[in-house]
């Protein structure tokens, strides 16, 4: 089975410095990846996707991620943190190839100080 | 376009009861997938329905049920409660594959007592 492991529970950084959220994925096929966005009492936003196209994709709101094979990686990065980016976020893998079927990662709580 | 939306939003039920949730997705998703998050599991897949069967499940017992209309509209149903049920449902819906970014709605949150 597919799975992701987020490396971080927890991000704190200052408005205006960048932000790294971590994310290792361990699947036997090319995988389709994503990063999620949920505020609180919100549901969850799809933030960008990787489908085996570009493997630097730009997602909403001035986050992006960079797939890595060799390191089975796809960490989000964002040059400037805003207030607004304060919510849980979530790595996430399609568990069987073609399906419509998530796996999520734990999630990272990203923590933005003024 | 709207976007998915889940009724009730909140639910509060006692143990040994059984529970249906509603699930309309956005316009033209055919398939709709539901998804059961707690604070200890995370965010974990209950099953999709597409075209009025059910495509993918989860590992979840027999006491978790789902269907689909013709319209596409879902429920789910849990049956015989149990306190570690309470969790936020989450219902997502999409076109089918390969376009399958799935769209999510604000979720049920379900307690039980």
């Known amino acids: 089975a597919q799975s992701v492991t987020q490396l971080d529970s927890h991000v704190s950084v200052s408005e205006g410095t960048p932000v790294l959220l971590r994310c290792n994925y361990s699947s036997s096929y090319s995988p389709s990846l994503f990063w999620y966005v949920q505020h609180p009492n919100k549901g969850l936003q799809l933030l960008l996707k990787?489908?085996?196209?570009?493997?630097l994709v730009k997602g909403i709101n001035g986050f992006e991620a960079e797939f890595k094979k060799s390191e089975t990686s796809f960490h989000l990065t964002k040059p400037s943190a805003h207030m607004s980016d304060a919510a849980e976020y979530f790595c996430v893998v399609s568990d069987v190839e073609g399906a419509q079927k998530l796996v999520f990662g734990q999630g990272t709580r990203l923590t933005i100080n003024p | 376009k709207a976007g998915v939306t889940q009724t009730p939003r909140y639910l509060i039920k006692t143990r040994g009861q059984q529970v249906t949730l509603s699930c309309s997705p956005i316009?033209?998703?055919?398939?709709v997938s539901w998804y059961q998050q707690t604070p200890g599991q995370g965010l974990q897949f209950l099953f999709e329905y597409f075209s009025e069967t059910q495509r993918n499940k989860g590992n979840f017992p027999g006491r978790f049920s789902g269907r689909q209309f013709s319209n596409s509209r879902s429920e789910m149903n849990v049956s015989t409660l149990e306190l570690g049920d309470s969790a936020l449902y989450l219902c997502?819906?999409?076109?089918?594959?390969?376009?399958?970014?799935?769209?999510f709605g604000p979720g049920t949150r379900l307690t039980v007592l």
């Open positions: 997502a819906s999409s076109y089918d594959l390969p376009h399958f970014e799935q769209f």
């Open positions: 990787y489908t085996s196209a570009a493997t």
């Open positions: 316009s033209g998703h055919r398939s």
